[in-house]
């Protein structure tokens, strides 16, 4: 019976097989060093990958559960449905134990023991074998990705599950360098130490591209550490960084006035902008290859027009215009081949209004309604002056977030009719010339407070 016609019961039945109980079974002697043993994925039907520093006087035991003898199999790339029996003269059987001498380098196995049936591929890593003379940078290399390029010998390791599929198995070399982070304890880029896990180095081995100034060591391999062997090392002259970036935040100092008017900006979870003037402070942290910098501002979100340029990191502006502002941070290396952009901060300055109330009552409740105030949004200028029925100015405001108490002089005026007379500007240039009454709604007087003698 040909191994082929058994190829389907073989498939069905390897997932019945755990690879703790195949490896119990399966040893692998006369070697420097024991095997290296990898689980690989279930849907391998491989119960173990064994990697062995050579093939020269090793051999493979395997301790049957049945009383007849076992059959032994290899396949390569074609897949267990291909596989090809071992003549039972290569192979040593002493009651239920049988040897392999004469392992087979770079492929797999199939024992049949009864009803069962066991696949594991063997790597003989002589011929895989690690070499690391030097470590470049490749020409390839632009900002964000640094390439690098392997003089030497370190490529992929691949063997064949059961339906002939290539599988790769990592070297997981070790490449190190050191980058930056931004650190928002201390508020800056602070150097940290990389490490990446690299399965192989074919090619041209690619990263991301350092933040600082350094070496990149490529060291490996995973086999060699758990031999106990020397692993091998090379690194990169001291390579310049060329990569930019920057972390941005921006600041602004809102006014708390009761009497303002809120205005959305479109996301007031912690968007800029609202009644004018704002006050906004932008700055930024950069790592070190920035040697240009600006903040730019446009009115448009593309910066087709840039109105403003600030080459500091950190700079502060008052926005006093009705309308949308548009602000990012640039940053480039010093030739300007490689460029950061920040993300776009969006202000938006309200529309004027100014709104006049028409009475209060100072003492009357107190904290309710005892002040006058106007209500406005994106004033920038602003004067008011207030009269008694004589023309006697009683009190002047500088400010719209300014009310007037009833006072004049330190004591409460008389209750009735007074006058104000405004002039003020708006964000969007709108001017405001405004006349009207105040009037006093009567409240209790103690010992002759609240009345008041008018000048002659």
Not at 2 to 28: D, E, H, K, N
Not at 236 to 249: D, L
Request: charge should be negative; hydrophobic fraction near 35%.
């Amino acid at each position: 019976m040909t191994y082929a016609r058994l190829c389907m019961p073989l498939c069905l039945a390897v997932f019945a097989l755990s690879p703790s109980l195949a490896r119990a079974q399966i040893s692998i002697d006369g070697l420097p060093h024991a095997p290296v043993i990898v689980n690989p994925e279930p849907s391998t039907g491989l119960s173990a990958l064994y990697v062995i520093e050579t093939i020269s006087n090793a051999s493979v035991t395997y301790e049957a559960k049945n009383a007849s003898r076992p059959v032994w199999y290899t396949f390569g790339q074609m897949g267990a449905a291909y596989a090809d029996p071992i003549p039972e003269s290569e192979i040593d059987y002493s009651g239920n134990v049988s040897i392999l001498g004469n392992i087979r380098p770079d492929c797999g196995y199939v024992i049949e023991d009864g009803s069962s049936r066991t696949y594991f591929w063997v790597i003989d890593y002589s011929n895989h074998e690690l070499k690391l003379n030097a470590l470049s940078t490749n020409e390839e290399s632009d900002c964000s990705t640094m390439f690098l390029q392997l003089d030497g010998h370190a490529s992929p390791i691949y063997y064949y599950n059961i339906n002939g599929r290539r599988l790769e198995l990592s070297r997981e070399m070790t490449l190190s360098y050191a980058t930056m982070e931004y650190s928002a304890d201390s508020q800056s880029y602070v150097e940290t130490e990389t490490k990446e896990t690299i399965p192989n180095a074919e090619g041209a081995i690619h990263c991301a591209a350092a933040l600082c100034d350094t070496e990149y060591t490529l060291e490996g391999d995973r086999f060699l550490r758990a031999w106990g062997m020397p692993e091998q090392q090379v690194s990169t002259p001291m390579i310049a960084a060329r990569r930019v970036e920057a972390h941005t935040e921006a600041q602004q100092i809102s006014d708390t006035s009761d009497n303002q008017q809120h205005v959305s900006t479109g996301d007031d979870n912690g968007a800029l902008g609202g009644s004018a003037p704002v006050e906004i402070t932008f700055s930024a942290q950069v790592t070190p290859a920035a040697l240009y910098t600006e903040w730019q501002l446009s009115s448009y979100p593309e910066f087709d027009d840039i109105t403003l340029r600030d080459n500091n990191l950190e700079f502060s502006r008052s926005f006093r215009d009705a309308g949308t502002v548009y602000v990012r941070f640039v940053a480039a290396d010093a030739n300007g081949g490689c460029e950061f952009y920040s993300e776009v901060y969006q202000v938006n300055i309200g529309e004027s209004d100014l709104h006049c109330p028409n009475a209060f009552s100072p003492q009357g409740s107190p904290g309710i309604n005892d002040e006058w105030k106007v209500s406005y949004r994106s004033i920038t200028e602003f004067k008011c002056s207030i009269f008694n029925r004589w023309g006697i100015c009683v009190a002047t405001l500088d400010h719209p977030s300014q009310g007037w108490d009833g006072k004049y002089k330190g004591k409460y005026v008389g209750s009735g009719v007074y006058y104000y007379v405004i002039k003020a500007k708006g964000a969007d240039g709108r001017q405001y010339n405004l006349k009207g009454d105040i009037n006093i709604i009567n409240y209790n007087n103690e010992a002759g407070q609240g009345t008041m003698t008018p000048a002659p």
